[in-house]
């Protein structure tokens, strides 16, 4: 099991949850960020600092954003288990289901 980010986070990514997590395995796209599934402890402790919960425990996640287990997942396929978000900085990729969205509008 893992938490997942899903589309609240695109084109805002205010990194609230990067600081809570014990593990450092929240990573940075192009235009909202990702949790490894594998590196993730289930800690819990991103969920409820996210200003416009975007994220979510992977059977929690609603039903519109379900695709986002597969978006955060699939970001890793190339980039394997890296063990640190940190040092990779801002990652010059998007899952495509994120690439292909429009601009997302927020009120902040
Ligand atoms: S649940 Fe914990 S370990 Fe997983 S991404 Fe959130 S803060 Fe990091
Ligand atoms: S706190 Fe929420 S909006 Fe901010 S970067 Fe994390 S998931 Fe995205």
């Avoid at 609240?8 to 593990?23: G, N």
């Avoid at 699939?74 to 940190?86: Q, T, V």
């Avoid at 969205?101 to 902040?108: A, G, R, S, T």
């Amino acid at each position: 099991m893992t938490y997942v980010i899903a589309q609240p986070c695109v084109d805002l990514k205010d990194r609230a949850c990067v600081e809570e997590c014990p593990v450092d395995c929240i990573y940075e796209g192009k235009r909202m960020l990702y949790i490894h599934p594998d590196e993730c402890v289930d800690c819990g402790a991103c969920e409820p600092v996210c200003p416009v919960e975007a994220i979510f425990y992977e059977d929690d996640t609603p039903e519109e954003w379900k695709d986002y287990y597969d978006a955060n997942v699939g970001f890793f396929s190339e980039l394997g288990s890296p063990g640190g978000a940190a040092k990779m900085g801002v990652i010059d990729a998007d899952a495509p289901l994120v690439a292909a969205l429009p601009p997302q509008e927020h009120d902040e």
